[in-house]
């Protein structure tokens, strides 16, 4: 799906300074849902109480799948985070995966996992609109 890679970039709009906040930021930000990960991981292997009744024994496994989902939610999100820090080891963090346009100091502290620069990511939005809208 990239369309441009930003590896040709010579000169890269952030600083080495910017640069190292975001590493820092990304790497604290994994830190923090590996922790909650982990938590929640000892937790589920806690609970395996049976119940005497079908309706609480449903009400916790229903509580189970929404902490499931919630961690392969968190998996998704560390796999970014991961892809992120990649993507500052070989100089292309910051750059849209699809016009190779900078993405933007605020629009990175806003999301630092952002991979398209807001033009990009509106007209996925309105792709994604439209398409729901066909069906």
Not at 12 to 25: K, V, W
Not at 68 to 79: A, E, F, M, Q, Y
Not at 103 to 131: D, F, M, W
């Amino acid at each position: 799906m990239c369309v441009y890679s930003a590896k040709m970039k010579v000169d890269h709009y952030l600083t080495d300074a910017q640069l190292d906040y975001f590493r820092s930021r990304l790497l604290k930000w994994r830190s923090e849902l590996l922790n909650e990960t982990n938590s929640t991981q000892s937790k589920l292997k806690g609970e395996k109480v049976v119940e005497a009744d079908d309706l609480d024994t449903a009400s916790n496994m229903s509580n189970q799948m929404l902490e499931l989902r919630s961690k392969d939610r968190v998996r998704k999100l560390i796999h970014k985070i991961d892809k992120a820090l990649a993507r500052i080891d070989d100089g292309t963090y910051g750059y849209c995966e699809e016009t190779g346009e900078p993405i933007g100091v605020k629009r990175l502290e806003a999301r630092p996992i952002a991979t398209l620069c807001i033009s990009a990511q509106e007209q996925h939005e309105k792709n994604e609109r439209e398409y729901r809208d066909d069906d």
